[in-house]
């Protein structure tokens, strides 16, 4: 009896692992596809940045026109 009872808690830890193990890796998958969202947010954020800053270089500050822009007056 205690030998089939030894083999049972040794089965049953042998599932516990297995169990253990499976969370950790659907957990290592998660934190995976976290980081792969935080790569593409910050991406776009980087990307809507630069395109921002286009524009503004591109667009007269209050007062001026394209054409009388101050770098046109610089000597």
């Known amino acids: 009896l205690s030998k089939g ?11 516990a692992a297995a169990a253990a193990a499976t969370a950790a890796t659907a957990a290592a998958a998660e934190t995976t596809a976290a ?4 790569v593409e947010t910050t991406a776009a ?4 940045t630069a395109a921002a800053e286009a524009v503004e270089e591109e667009t007269p500050g209050e ?6 822009a101050p770098e046109d007056y610089q000597r």
């Not at 980081?35 to 935080?38: D, E, G």
Request: glycine letters at 4%; zero cysteines; aromatic letters at 4%.
């Open 45 to 48: 954020a980087a990307a809507a």
């Open 63 to 68: 007062g001026q026109t394209a054409r009388t």
């Open 5 to 15: 009872l030894y083999s049972l808690r040794r089965r049953q830890a042998a599932a």
């Open 35 to 38: 980081t792969a969202a935080a």
